[in-house]
C-alpha cells in the first residue's frame, strides 16, 4: 500500500505518521524494517527498497520525503506509475510532501483511483480552528487556558503547530492546573516579544510614525527594558540585512532558514519584512544605532530618550 501525505501542516503530517507507524507491529521489529529515502531518489533505489520482504515482521516501511517537490519528469512518473501497483502486499510506502500537490499530479491521481493507495491533505489550521486546536492541546495537558491568551498564541505564533505545542507544553508546566492567562503568554514566550519587535520594524519601514510610536510606547507602560528593546531593535536590524543580501542574490525563504539556522516561521517574516526596505536603508539604519549607542554609552542621551528619537528620525517623511 502507498499513501501520499502532502500540505504545509508538516507536524500534523508527522502526527499520522506516527500513528500509521503504532499501527504497524513491534515497534523494534520495524525499525529494522525502515526505509528512510529523501529527495529525487532513483527509482531503481525506490524499487529495491520497496520490493524487498520485511525480516521478522509483517511489514516493510519505506518513507520518501520531498519526492514530488525535486520536480522528477514525465517519464519518471510514468514508472514510478506502473511500479506502484504491483508492489508486494506487505510494503508500506508512504509519500511526504510539504506543498500541497496539484489534482492533476499523476500519482496523487493514481492514489486515490487504486484501492492500495491513500491521500491525505494537511492544510494549515486557522481562525475558529487554530483556537480550538489550542484549547484542546491545554485540555490534553489537564490545563486550562483563557480565551485572551488563545488570541495570542494563534495570532503571534499562528499555524506553526510545532512552536505552539512548545509553547502550550511549556505554559501548561508553569500554570499547573491554574488558568493560563494572556499576561502568562506575554511572560513566557518569546515569541510575543519577537513580535512585538516585527510590529515596530513594520511601521517603520512603513513610515507610520504614529503606530511605531504607539507601540513603543506600548513596550514602556508594560515594563520592557530600554535595554532589552534596544539590543532587539539591533538584533532586528542585523538579520534584516543579511536576508536582505541573501534575497538580493536569489535566495527564498526556506534556504535563508536553512543558510541562518534559524527557525522557518521567523526566517519567513525577515522575509517579507526586507520587502519594505533597500540594502542601504538598511545599512543607514544600523548605522544611526551604532550613533544610539555610543551617545548612551558616553553620557549624551538616556536610552528611553533615545529610542524616542530613533522612531521619530527613522519615521520623519
Known sequence: ?????????????????????????????????????????????????????????????????????????????????????QMPATTRLVFLESDELSGSHPILKLAEAEKTGFVKLFKPLEGPQLDRWIRQQVEARNGRIAPHAIHLLSINIGSNMEILENEIEKLTLYKGEAEITGDDVTLLSPYLAEASIFDLVDALGNRNSKKASLLLQQKFQEGADPFYLFSMFVRQFRLLIQVKEMVDAGSRAQAISQRLKMHSFVAGKLYQQSAQFSLPQLEQIYRHLLDVDVAVKTGRNDM??????????????
Not at 304 to 317: D, I, W
Request: aromatic content about 8%.
Open 1 to 85: 500500500m502507498f499513501y501520499i501525505f502532502h500540505g504545509k501542516d508538516t507536524h500534523a503530517q508527522k502526527e499520522a505518521l506516527a500513528d500509521l507507524i503504532s499501527k504497524a507491529g513491534d515497534p523494534a521489529m520495524l525499525d529494522l524494517n525502515t526505509t528512510r529515502l529523501e529527495g529525487l531518489v532513483s527509482l531503481n533505489n525506490l524499487r529495491q527498497a520497496c520490493s524487498a520482504m520485511p525480516f521478522l515482521a509483517d511489514v516493510r516501511l519505506i518513507i520518501v520525503s520531498g519526492l514530488f517537490a525535486a520536480k522528477p519528469d514525465k517519464a519518471y512518473l510514468k514508472e514510478l506509475a506502473d511500479y506502484l501497483p
Open 304 to 317: 528611553v530618550t533615545a529610542l524616542n528619537l530613533l522612531v521619530a528620525a527613522l519615521t520623519a517623511p
